[in-house]
């Protein structure tokens, strides 16, 4: 459904900021964001929030992993997290 809504300047900025920070159209987000106000739990299905592993280092602050080194530690998590089938 289409429907106007009228929003101070500086509030359509931020959403419209916000929205793209998060990789998501403006729609989705307002439609996020007034489901959250409602309280309505059968609106949109919300993201799953990505879990990147941690790795550690003998240098804080500072790793350098290349791509295969980084698909490793990912298959070796899976592997822990689902078994090796």
Request: net charge positive; no cysteine; charged share 25%.
């Amino acid at each position: 459904m289409r429907t106007t809504v009228h929003l101070p300047t500086e509030l359509l900025r931020a959403a419209k900021a916000e929205a793209a920070a998060r990789g998501e159209t403006l729609k989705d987000f307002l439609t996020r964001a007034v489901t959250h106000e409602l309280g309505n739990v059968t609106g949109p299905v919300k993201r799953a929030r990505v879990q990147l592993p941690l790795v550690g280092s003998t240098r804080p602050g500072k790793v350098d992993l290349t791509n295969a080194e980084i698909e490793a530690i990912v298959a070796a998590e899976d592997a822990g997290k689902y078994g090796n089938h």
